[in-house]
């Protein structure tokens, strides 16, 4: 029977080949964009999930409330996971760690000199129970005596071979190694935890060492519950009957009790929370370990809802042309009923014909996979490979898709077909006047459902377009094109090093101006502190975000001084510029009003005076409002090492700007040698704090057009479909008189009424979408009414003219051929 059935699908396919083209084609590209979007999605979700009772284990955060703003920490204060282990119950392991500012280690070489590995990342110090808490498998050395007493590291296996690539695993233990000046005894090599994981430590240094180390233990301040840094973090997990809340409050009264509120910080607010192993990759707020971006889970949602668009595409076109085609097999089904099939067996005979189209799509869609990943592996994580023969859930999900997508697109057009009554089919009144108003009716109604989503997405790309041209050509309030950022390196920079750099870049014919302190005007670097500025009996109190640099900052930048003078060397303790936001908040309508002004109480019991007001600028992207700012000289600003340089303008087509570059990389080398050379054009980094809006205007330009190209297929079909049924109509009319131009019209019609109804029921749910959007934005283009216009217009536009390959055809045929059998 199945035999039969196959042999009849694919005489079907063959006699209806472009027809069996359209749904293939949509098919496999809604399949492929589902498959790669699985990739991405799956890649994202599974990540911290192989660890043992995951769901007890949580990361200890901090949380802050600061002159009424809200601020957060990843780490936690030195002395809380002493005090945790032995003061707090329903824990059952806890595992602190120490995240080092990437070390360079040496590892003895062959000769008489080190192997050095410059600036390594991941590396921390911890103990075993961090081992015990995240199941690592052991290659050499025990878990149970590794890093228990000082100047100890474990290492991972990747590592152990970097470092020693010639030896055993077992020949490894004992060996020597520094961590800039720690000198540590290799005691263990473990494997790498397998699969997605945010936990890529691959050097392991004692906690104890810290403890023995002065320079170490300073920088944990183990005994400490004032401060907070984020290199310092805390897992806990919990016992089986304990509760989250539990362990806060307990934790949270330790806190109040070691470290109570001071009377002068009323208002300020400090407290720990548990975060769950499993918000650790999605969390924006504490990140994970690094300054890497956390996965948004809005964004991979949104990823899942357009590749259920684009199969939903290709499904509608299916049933629309299968049940277009319906009277075609409508004899084929009454000769089957009367030879005595069922109703089920037609059914089964139709899905197993769905079911082949699908497969030919999935393996279309299995070969293009890869070269789809390829295509946007610049915004897709490297980790994320379409690997079938290694990779068993895709199997699972490709056989689910398939048996979906075959009922989606098949379960109607079967139970339609297999209704008809042989006695009225083979009398030629298969389809009554009410079944072809009805698969009409459906028809248009699918065909309306695909130019909603087509113009949804048309829509939502323009917008996102316009936001990102919006945020990258608007005035910041600072200049940023010609200006070249250098960061000096910060374990090898001193004074008198970064002043010989900054003197050898004055002299450079096509430098401009040079100035240094730290981070540029508007970055993801942000410094803050609290300030007071007392008028009276009212008070002022703020969070006053700072920047740091020379006399030379403003200028470089072009930040406009509305009063006051600029700044000075000699102003480095006792007074700066802030901005014309601030002095608003101060109450100075009149910038000029607020310098020769004191804010009372600056970064604690410092007193600073405003020796000039800058107007606004965005010291963040436009997410973020612009903030109360100051510009002010570090006490050790050339210790600062972030050198920014105002190139000259060059000729066009002139390479001034490469001899520059050229340039200081030669000096750096003579001044820096161990040290690479970088460099960022700070027009660049503008651009990249919009990677996120850039990545998804892409993704949303290709799902646009995408589903646009899906709508199109099918429209062709249908239309294909309807003049060759209304060949004798055509034919009558021009007979009859009608124009070329009447007829297109007459058949394009409809088309105009379906896109137009589509426009009407897109148009609010597409506003509504575009404004919650744009929420997250402080700053923000409008939603023009010409988007809306352009997105129906245009969609409209590519309709007719796909259409118009066929209209324009049928219009144009000689009404006698079709006429002749009359």
Request: charged share 20%.
């Given at each position: 029977m199945f035999k039969?059935?196959?042999?009849?699908?694919?005489?079907?396919?063959?006699?209806?080949?472009?027809?069996?083209?359209?749904?293939?084609?949509?098919?496999?590209?809604?399949?492929?964009?589902?498959?790669?979007?699985?990739?991405?999605?799956?890649?994202?979700?599974?990540?911290?999930?192989?660890?043992?009772?995951?769901?007890?284990?949580?990361?200890?955060?901090?949380?802050?409330?600061?002159?009424?703003?809200?601020?957060?920490?990843?780490?936690?204060?030195?002395?809380?996971?002493?005090?945790?282990?032995?003061?707090?119950?329903?824990?059952?392991?806890?595992?602190?760690?120490?995240?080092?500012?990437?070390?360079?280690?040496?590892?003895?070489?062959?000769?008489?000199?080190?192997?050095?590995?410059?600036?390594?990342?991941?590396?921390?110090?911890?103990?075993?129970?961090?081992?015990?808490?995240?199941?690592?498998?052991?290659?050499?050395?025990?878990?149970?005596?590794?890093?228990?007493?000082?100047?100890?590291?474990?290492?991972?296996?990747?590592?152990?071979?970097?470092?020693?690539?010639?030896?055993?695993?077992?020949?490894?233990?004992?060996?020597?190694?520094?961590?800039?000046?720690?000198?540590?005894?290799?005691?263990?090599?473990?494997?790498?935890?397998?699969?997605?994981?945010?936990?890529?430590?691959?050097?392991?240094?004692?906690?104890?060492?810290?403890?023995?180390?002065?320079?170490?233990?300073?920088?944990?301040?183990?005994?400490?519950?004032?401060?907070?840094?984020?290199?310092?973090?805390?897992?806990?997990?919990?016992?089986?009957?304990?509760?989250?809340?539990?362990?806060?409050?307990?934790?949270?009264?330790?806190?109040?009790?070691?470290?109570?509120?001071?009377?002068?910080?009323?208002?300020?607010?400090?407290?720990?929370?548990?975060?769950?192993?499993?918000?650790?990759?999605?969390?924006?707020?504490?990140?994970?370990?690094?300054?890497?971006?956390?996965?948004?889970?809005?964004?991979?949602?949104?990823?899942?809802?357009?590749?259920?668009?684009?199969?939903?595409?290709?499904c509608i076109n299916f049933v629309n042309l299968t049940t277009a085609q319906a009277t075609q097999r409508a004899k084929e089904i009454g000769v089957r009923k009367t030879m005595g099939s069922s109703r089920t067996q037609l059914v089964t005979q139709f899905l197993s014909e769905t079911f082949i189209i699908t497969l030919f799509a999935v393996i279309i869609s299995i070969a293009l996979a890869p070269v789809i990943l390829k295509l946007f592996k610049d915004f897709i994580a490297a980790g994320i490979q379409f690997d079938l023969f290694h990779h068993p859930s895709l199997f699972i999900f490709l056989l689910i898709l398939t048996i979906v997508v075959s009922l989606l697109s098949g379960f109607y057009p079967a139970a339609l077909l297999s209704g008809y009554k042989p006695v009225l089919v083979l009398k030629n009144q298969a389809a009554s006047n009410s079944s072809k108003t009805r698969n009409s009716w459906l028809r248009k109604s699918l065909t309306v459902t695909q130019f909603v989503i087509a113009q949804f997405f048309i829509m939502a790309t323009v917008l996102v377009s316009k936001q990102i041209h919006y945020a990258l050509t608007k005035n910041l309030g600072f200049k940023k094109d010609a200006i070249v950022v250098i960061n000096s390196p910060w374990k090898n920079r001193t004074l008198s090093k970064n002043q010989v750099f900054m003197n050898k870049l004055k002299a450079m014919p096509q430098v401009e101006l040079v100035s240094v302190g730290k981070a540029a005007p508007s970055s993801t670097s942000t410094n803050s502190t609290e300030a007071t500025y007392i008028d009276g009996k009212k008070e002022t109190k703020v969070e006053l975000y700072e920047k740091f640099g020379d006399p030379n900052y403003i200028n470089v930048y072009k930040i406009k001084l509305?009063?006051?003078?600029?700044?000075?060397?000699?102003?480095?303790?006792?007074?700066?510029?802030?901005?014309?936001?601030?002095?608003?908040?101060?109450?100075?309508?009149?910038?000029?009003?607020?310098?020769?002004?004191?804010?009372?109480?600056?970064?604690?019991?410092?007193?600073?005076?405003?020796?000039g007001v800058v107007a606004d600028f965005y010291s963040e992207s436009l997410h973020a409002a612009i903030k109360p700012t100051c510009i002010h000289i570090s006490n050790a600003f050339y210790n600062n090492g972030t050198f920014h340089i105002a190139l000259k303008p060059q000729m066009a087509g002139g390479n001034e700007w490469?001899?520059?570059?050229?340039?200081?990389?030669?000096?750096?080398?003579?001044?820096?040698?161990?040290?690479?050379?970088?460099?960022?054009?700070?027009?660049?980094?503008?651009?990249?704090?919009?990677?996120?809006?850039?990545?998804?205007?892409?993704?949303?330009?290709?799902?646009?057009?995408?589903?646009?190209?899906?709508?199109?297929?099918?429209?062709?079909?249908?239309?294909?479909?309807?003049?060759?049924?209304?060949?004798?109509?055509?034919?009558?009319?021009?007979?009859?008189?009608?124009?070329?131009?009447?007829?297109?019209?007459?058949?394009?019609?409809?088309?105009?009424?379906?896109?137009?109804?589509?426009?009407?029921?897109?148009?609010?749910?597409?506003?509504?979408?575009?404004?919650?959007?744009?929420?997250?934005?402080?700053?923000?283009?409008?939603?023009?009414w010409w988007i809306f216009a352009v997105s129906g217009g245009g969609m409209l536009l590519t309709a007719l003219i796909t259409s118009s390959f066929q209209t324009i055809k049928a219009a144009l045929a000689n009404p006698t051929k079709s006429l002749r059998s009359e």
């Open positions: 039969n059935y196959f042999k009849i699908a694919l005489r079907n396919f063959w006699r209806h080949k472009f027809f069996t083209f359209i749904n293939v084609i949509g098919l496999s590209i809604g399949i492929s964009s589902a498959l790669v979007i699985y990739l991405i999605v799956h890649y994202d979700f599974t990540f911290n999930q192989n660890f043992n009772d995951g769901d007890r284990i949580y990361r200890v955060v901090s949380n802050y409330t600061f002159s009424g703003e809200e601020a957060h920490n990843r780490g936690v204060s030195g002395a809380v996971p002493e005090t945790v282990r032995n003061n707090v119950s329903g824990v059952e392991l806890t595992a602190p760690f120490f995240t080092l500012s990437q070390p360079n280690v040496l590892v003895p070489g062959k000769g008489s000199e080190p192997v050095k590995f410059k600036l390594q990342d991941n590396v921390i110090l911890t103990d075993g129970r961090y081992f015990k808490m995240f199941n690592y498998s052991w290659l050499a050395g025990s878990a149970k005596t590794a890093l228990n007493a000082p100047n100890q590291t474990v290492l991972t296996a990747d590592q152990a071979k970097k470092y020693f690539p010639q030896l055993s695993y077992s020949q490894m233990i004992g060996r020597v190694i520094s961590y800039d000046t720690l000198s540590v005894a290799v005691t263990g090599i473990v494997e790498p935890l397998k699969g997605n994981t945010d936990f890529t430590f691959h050097d392991f240094v004692s906690y104890s060492t810290a403890k023995s180390n002065k320079a170490l233990a300073d920088e944990l301040s183990l005994t400490d519950w004032g401060g907070t840094t984020s290199s310092s973090i805390l897992f806990v997990k919990l016992s089986a009957n304990a509760t989250k809340v539990g362990f806060e409050k307990q934790l949270n009264e330790l806190l109040k009790k070691n470290n109570p509120p001071k009377p002068q910080n009323k208002g300020n607010t400090r407290s720990f929370a548990l975060q769950p192993l499993s918000d650790l990759h999605f969390n924006s707020v504490y990140g994970t370990f690094d300054s890497g971006s956390p996965a948004n889970k809005t964004t991979l949602y949104g990823l899942s809802a357009i590749a259920a668009f684009l199969l939903l595409l290709g509305l009063a006051g003078r600029n700044l000075q060397y000699a102003d480095s303790t006792r007074a700066f510029l802030i901005n014309n936001t601030y002095a608003k908040l101060m109450g100075f309508k009149n910038p000029a009003d607020a310098v020769g002004k004191y804010i009372d109480k600056f970064n604690g019991d410092k007193r600073m005076q405003i020796i490469k001899t520059a570059i050229t340039s200081m990389e030669k000096v750096w080398k003579e001044i820096y040698p161990e040290d690479d050379f970088e460099y960022t054009f700070f027009d660049d980094s503008i651009a990249k704090l919009y990677d996120s809006e850039q990545h998804t205007s892409t993704l949303l330009a290709w799902a646009t057009g995408l589903s646009i190209f899906i709508s199109c297929l099918g429209l062709l079909g249908l239309a294909i479909y309807n003049t060759n049924q209304r060949t004798k109509e055509i034919g009558v009319r021009k007979v009859l008189g009608a124009t070329v131009g009447q007829i297109v019209s007459l058949l394009s019609r409809e088309l105009v009424t379906l896109i137009a109804l589509a426009f009407i029921l897109v148009t609010p749910v597409a506003w509504y979408a575009m404004n919650k959007w744009m929420e997250s934005f402080a700053d923000r283009t409008s939603i023009s």
